[in-house]
């Protein structure tokens, strides 16, 4: 929902996606706080306050968000370009026969997701949206307006 809105420069409050996105209330604020920590979200407090992004949604990354959420990328310590350290049960890393296979594993990650930003996640759920409408209104008008949800037209 932020990326959608960045070219208005709205501030978007919580309350707002929460319940556009379907996502509980404080879950969705753990999440802003670390996006905002992480420079990614700007937040304003205040009845005109809310949520927006920081840099444009092009230039925000898949990656930037997993690795403010949730760390490295690597599924080890020993293959990670950002946090690397021996795996714990590791004798020597350079002898390792896994770390070059954990490494390549970590660079064919980290391609998708630093290929994927937030403009193409929403450009793309626009567009399903927009099918989801489509299909509705076809099989049932009246429960497209009402819920602008595919599911809702759909027929068994």
Do not use: N, Y
């Amino acid at each position: 929902m932020l990326a959608e809105v960045f070219e208005t420069g709205a501030w978007v409050s919580t309350v707002t996606i929460a319940e556009r996105e379907k996502i509980p209330r404080k879950f969705l604020e753990a999440i802003l706080v670390q996006l905002r920590d992480g420079g990614l979200v700007d937040g304003r407090r205040g009845p005109q306050g809310g949520h927006r992004l920081a840099r444009a949604p092009a230039a925000i990354s898949v990656a930037d968000i997993i690795r403010l959420i949730d760390g490295p990328l690597a599924l080890t310590p020993c293959a990670s370009v950002t946090r690397f350290r021996p795996c714990t049960d590791c004798a020597d890393v350079g002898a390792c026969r896994m770390q070059p296979v954990m490494r390549q594993a970590r660079d064919a990650v980290a391609a998708v997701l630093e290929g994927c930003s937030l403009r193409s996640l929403a450009e793309a759920a626009g567009k399903a949206e927009a099918a989801g409408q489509a299909a509705a209104v076809e099989t049932d008008p009246g429960m497209a307006i009402v819920t602008g949800t595919p599911e809702a037209g759909a027929r068994p």
